[in-house]
């Protein structure tokens, strides 16, 4: 992949993801009107997801919607906290958390970014093994709406920082200091099995963080999400929006890391018996 191409390939998700941004925006600005604030916010979120599922058909690749799921959180905060003027110690943590996070993981997926002329292994292998019709179902409703429903109730602990003026006490800085150890997890883990692939080309990654975990990545995502909920619960307590979490944790147990192994079984000799010696998460 020549370095042009893959720039021009960024830039023009870039231009379409300040297209869809604007189109949720204005989808917002009609609604909240007609409905609770954050239920149109859910509502312009959606569409925005639309937006961006109608360019993955025209470039006929489905990797355009990849960086959404970094990107959105903190841009939504982010209006968010404007369009509320509200600026407590909580809300700036929960910024600073999540840009830290949304940064970080929007530049792994830049390095990782081969360019609109190729896509990514999983979306691959649906369109090889579904028809046509039960492809696009698939990737409608499971690889662009799935995502950005489970961040977004992901996200609904974090909305409720912008209702309170309570400022942040030993839980609420625990839970910032949980998002911020779980991005930088990600960004170790990250670096070493970029720098392990291209040492070790074909061979599965044991050195670091994988020595002592097959997903420290994955791992990373999940207590994120945990943290920005211990910043919620510093406030309001245990409540039924501790299924966020759960909900998002669900997600990487029982689909991204299973589909992520069955792979690694397939390609990589030897990961069978480092699957055996090696815990899944910690």
């Not at 949720?24 to 937006?51: I, N, Q």
């Not at 190729?118 to 028809?131: A, F, V």
């Not at 910043?231 to 944790?249: K, N």
Request: net charge positive; with cysteine.
């Amino acid at each position: 992949m020549h370095t042009k191409t893959k720039t021009a390939s960024i830039a023009i998700i870039a231009i379409v993801y300040l297209i869809a941004f604007f189109v949720g925006y204005l989808v917002f600005t009609r609604l909240k009107g007609d409905m609770s604030e954050l239920w149109a916010l859910f509502v312009a979120d959606v569409v925005a997801t639309v937006v961006v599922w109608f360019f993955g058909l025209v470039f006929k690749n489905v990797s355009v919607y990849d960086p959404y799921w970094s990107v959105a959180p903190p841009v939504i905060f982010t209006v968010w906290a404007f369009y509320k003027s509200t600026f407590t110690l909580p809300v700036v943590l929960l910024l600073i958390a999540v840009w830290y996070w949304g940064i970080r993981l929007t530049g792994n997926w830049a390095y990782t970014f081969k360019g609109l002329d190729h896509e990514d292994w999983r979306y691959t292998r649906y369109r090889e093994t579904q028809s046509p019709f039960v492809f696009q179902i698939i990737n409608f409703f499971g690889l662009n709406m799935m995502p950005t429903v489970l961040v977004y109730a992901a996200m609904l602990p974090g909305f409720g920082l912008f209702e309170s003026t309570e400022t942040a006490n030993m839980l609420t800085w625990l839970g910032f200091a949980i998002c911020i150890s779980a991005a930088t997890l990600q960004l170790v883990a990250d670096t070493q099995i970029h720098r392990f692939r291209e040492e070790h080309p074909g061979q599965y990654c044991n050195v670091g963080f994988w020595k002592h975990g097959r997903h420290p990545n994955y791992l990373g995502e999940i207590s994120m999400w945990w943290g920005v909920w211990t910043m919620y619960a510093s406030v309001y307590g245990l409540d039924w929006l501790v299924l966020a979490p759960v909900a998002m944790t669900a997600l990487f147990l029982f689909i991204s890391i299973p589909m992520m192994e069955r792979r690694q079984l397939q390609n990589k000799p030897g990961y069978a018996e480092y699957r055996k010696k090696t815990r899944m998460l910690i």
